[in-house]
């Protein structure tokens, strides 16, 4: 009880010693502990040793790797603690030094420390003897004083000074002790004799033989000598070399003979017959790899020699005579373990979770790899590839490898890495071992979402319903997840001092996009908004796209008529004279339709007149004229009714009376102001001003020319659209040579006003397609409306005309069109 209190103490001594003799070895933290510690004992403070604060301790959760040690260790809050009972003797057999290897893993950032614990030994073994009685036989006479007898050595399990360290004999006047140090240490007991022996005398002597191991508290063990002392056999066997040594190759087959012993002995007969065996030695384990033959003295294998395990056998032989007594010689056996090229490396991959994220920056480590190769010199020296076309390395340290990036990573592209790792040694032949480890690229918010079109339009007419859907815009994001999840919305604009938001709404789930209100074609006809889709990551990514909405025109206005004015109040006049020609020109109609296309066609169509067979109206041109020459039976007042429709579905129509009186003498009668004249003879002074007029009408016509091509280049998404108002170059040909001039004149000979019209060569006309057809357009003449140009409107109220009540344009809403011009009407203010 005393002994066993006495060792506590002194391990707990030992424990505070090697607790404060820690210290970094290459690069390592190494630790020291005794063994049989209680579990729980503390090892050492590796959080504090690798420099983590407190505060980071739970943060970087400190755990152990998958070392099989691991399992009598455990790391709690940053402290090294003993997790079960260790016992060196099973850990390390007898081996001197005891390392043990460890691998700290720390997290937040990855990191990975190697730690080294050496369990200490503690005197927990006594020395112990094969036999407990060993009998030795001398015989009488012949022994000579000095002369040595091998003992059986004691065995501790204990390492260093806690081994044997000293053996002692019992006083005795015929032996003493002499204790060799063998090449490993270990210490050989030998009798001595001190003195001849004389069976006559004492025939037997009893001894014992203790031996003590170097502890704080020794422990010790004995066993008894037995010297018979026998008759002379005076020759003992002797061996042609008291050591030997041999190198072998590890693998070797079963049964190989590494040598063949010979010792000889110079007695005859039974005397001279010589037997071989081991020295049994409890802890040596090259008795169980090497067996003698007894009678050849051949040693062959009978066991795996393995270099990793052992790369040094010693083996003592004994060769006895048969004689009596028996005599005996002995030899030493040196066995060198050559190392070959059996073991193939060992890949251990150390990672927590295999998984990077794409936008990762170069050099990210991925995770830990630790290459061993049990082999020695060049066999285990190791080299790792990693597989090509992956953007991945390893970098080396320490001899470790850590997995780094070498690329940039795209989800998209690649979202699993299959990376294979190749260890091989350069033995030879090399030897190889290959893993697999697989990376999954985790996905992050780096792509906007993509449209399925580059540009959205839409189509509706106008005078919609509002809510109607107007058309679906639809965009993808390559990213997985909420980073893949797309909205849509409208990018808050003016368009003419209103948001944007009261012309249309967008579903920000599908993509719908609706009208807000009705559509007005005669105040808006393209309608340009930007729509964005989002995503739903961090940080959002949006993408923008234009959506043009075209409204189509509907015939919702009816003719207006410029000319002549007309109203409730008001009946237009016109007088003629009764010598007037057939084909003479009474009038002309003019009107005008806010609409566009077929809608704003106009044809004219005479339904009242007093002498249906005096005059007819061109459908197209609204020119009255005559048909026949007037008699005097026909009435001085004829009243036409003109009909004005457009070409829309369903047609609108306007009607406008005109009162034509038939006089004897047009000059006499002082015609108004709407009359005309086409027979007079212009004076100089009118032909000057003819040609200032065209002249101005040329500049004019160029500006607009010029002002209509500016337009449409600067609207991108218009291109083939206006470029077809101005593509067919035959159409600008047909028509530079249509303008008309037809002056009429007051009575008194001077200029009244001009008109210019700009006719097609064929009734229906040529005309120009618009710039943004309807699909009832495609094939069709159509006619475009007279666009509000503030000069015509001055011009038409300067010549007495009044404008139709609903023909109010703004005062800057001139807008250019590419529909076709059935009349091109410019009038000149009044000389």
Not at 49 to 60: C, E, H, K, P, V
Not at 66 to 76: A, D, M, T
Not at 279 to 290: D, H, K
Not at 706 to 734: A, E, P, W
Request: proline share 5%; hydrophobic share 35%; aromatic share 8%.
């Amino acid at each position: 009880m005393d002994m066993r209190s006495s060792l506590n103490t002194w391990k707990w001594q030992v424990i505070l010693l090697c607790l404060c003799s820690w210290g970094w070895v290459s690069g390592q933290l190494r630790y020291s502990i005794v063994e049989e510690s209680e579990p729980g004992t503390l090892i050492g403070n590796v959080a504090h040793d690798l420099g983590i604060n407190l505060a980071d301790i739970n943060n970087r959760q400190l755990s152990l790797g998958s070392e099989g040690s691991s399992r009598l260790f455990n790391v709690e809050k940053g402290a090294l603690t003993v997790k079960e009972r260790i016992d060196r003797e099973s850990l390390c057999g007898s081996s001197s030094s005891c390392l043990l290897y460890l691998e700290i893993i720390a997290e937040n950032p990855l990191e990975l420390f190697s730690l080294e614990i050496e369990i200490l030994d503690v005197n927990d073994n006594s020395p112990v003897f094969l036999n407990n009685n060993q009998i030795i036989t001398i015989l009488e006479l012949l022994a000579n004083p000095g002369k040595i007898f091998h003992l059986q050595t004691a065995e501790d399990h204990d390492v260093g000074t806690n081994s044997v360290t000293q053996y002692r004999l019992n006083p005795n006047p015929y032996f003493s002790l002499s204790v060799k140090n063998r090449k490993d240490g270990t210490l050989i007991p030998e009798l001595v004799l001190e003195k001849i022996l004389d069976r006559e005398e004492k025939n037997e002597h009893k001894l014992i033989l203790t031996a003590t191991d170097g502890g704080e508290n020794p422990l010790t063990g004995s066993c008894e000598i037995t010297i018979i002392v026998q008759d002379i056999n005076d020759n003992a066997p002797v061996f042609d070399q008291s050591i030997y040594k041999i190198s072998l190759l590890e693998n070797l087959p079963l049964n190989t003979v590494i040598i063949k012993l010979n010792a000889t002995d110079l007695d005859e007969g039974s005397n001279g017959e010589v037997q071989y065996s081991f020295v049994q030695q409890r802890l040596n384990a090259a008795t169980e790899i090497f067996h003698l033959n007894p009678l050849t003295g051949e040693i062959f294998v009978k066991g795996n020699i393995d270099f990793e395990k052992s790369q040094f056998y010693e083996l003592t032989v004994t060769a006895t005579d048969k004689g009596v007594p028996k005599l005996e010689g002995h030899c030493l056996i040196q066995i060198e373990v050559e190392d070959l090229n059996d073991n193939t490396p060992e890949i251990l991959f150390t990672s927590k979770t295999n998984e990077v994220p794409e936008n990762a920056p170069l050099g990210t480590v991925v995770g830990f790899i630790s290459v061993r190769d049990k082999d020695s010199g060049i066999n285990g020296e190791v080299k790792l590839d990693v597989s090509p076309n992956v953007p991945f390395k390893c970098q080396s340290f320490n001899n470790r490898y850590s997995l780094v990036t070498t690329g940039y990573l795209d989800r998209e592209k690649i979202s699993q890495y299959t990376i294979q790792l190749t260890a091989s040694d350069l033995g030879s032949p090399p030897l190889y071992n290959k893993t697999v480890i697989i990376v999954n690229i985790l996905d992050v918010n780096d792509n906007p979402p993509v449209f399925l079109q580059s540009v959205y339009n839409a189509f509706i007419k106008e005078n919609n319903e509002p809510g109607s859907l107007l058309c679906t815009i639809s965009a993808t994001d390559p990213d997985e997840g909420a980073n893949s999840d797309v909205s849509y919305s409208i990018v808050e604009s003016q368009i003419d001092a209103s948001a944007v938001s009261s012309f249309v709404y967008i579903n920000s789930q599908n993509g719908n996009i609706y009208a807000q209100r009705a559509f007005d074609y005669e105040q808006i006809q393209v309608l340009q908004i930007t729509a964005r889709a989002e995503d739903a990551g961090f940080p959002k990514l949006p993408s923008n796209i234009s959506v043009f909405i075209f409204i189509m025109d509907a015939n919702d206005n009816a003719p207006s008529i410029l000319y002549p004015q007309y109203s409730s109040e008001l009946i237009a006049q016109e007088s003629i004279q009764k010598s007037a020609s057939v084909g003479y020109l009474v009038t002309k109609v003019s009107a005008v339709d806010q609409d566009s296309g077929h809608n704003a066609w106009i044809a004219y169509k005479l339904i009242e007149s007093t002498n249906n067979n005096l005059f007819e109206i061109s459908g197209y041109t609204g020119e009255i004229k005559t048909v026949r020459d007037i008699h005097e039976a026909d009435n001085n007042e004829q009243k036409l009714v003109v009909l004005v429709t457009d070409h829309g579905d369903p047609s609108l129509s306007t009607t406008v009376t005109i009162h034509v009186n038939i006089v004897d003498n047009l000059v006499n009668e002082r015609p108004k102001s709407q009359d005309f004249h086409t027979n007079s003879k212009p004076t100089p002074d009118i032909t000057l001003y003819l040609i200032i007029s065209l002249v101005a009408i040329s500049l004019v016509s160029l500006v607009t020319f010029v002002i209509l091509l500016v337009r449409c280049l600067k609207k991108d998404n218009y291109d083939n659209s206006c470029g077809s108002c101005f593509s067919n170059k035959s159409q600008h040909k047909q028509y530079a040579g249509e303008y008309q001039p037809t002056l009429f004149l007051n009575t008194d000979g001077t200029l009244k006003y001009m008109e210019v019209r700009m006719a097609p060569s064929e009734p229906q006309g040529q005309c120009y397609q618009a710039c943004f057809p309807t699909a009832s357009e495609n094939n069709e003449f159509t006619f475009m409306k007279p666009q509000h140009f503030p000069q015509l409107k001055e011009m038409v109220n300067e010549t007495g005309s009044t404008s139709d009540s609903n023909y109010s344009p703004k005062p800057n809403q001139v807008r250019f069109k590419c529909d076709v011009f059935p009349f091109l009407f410019l009038s000149i203010l009044k000389y």
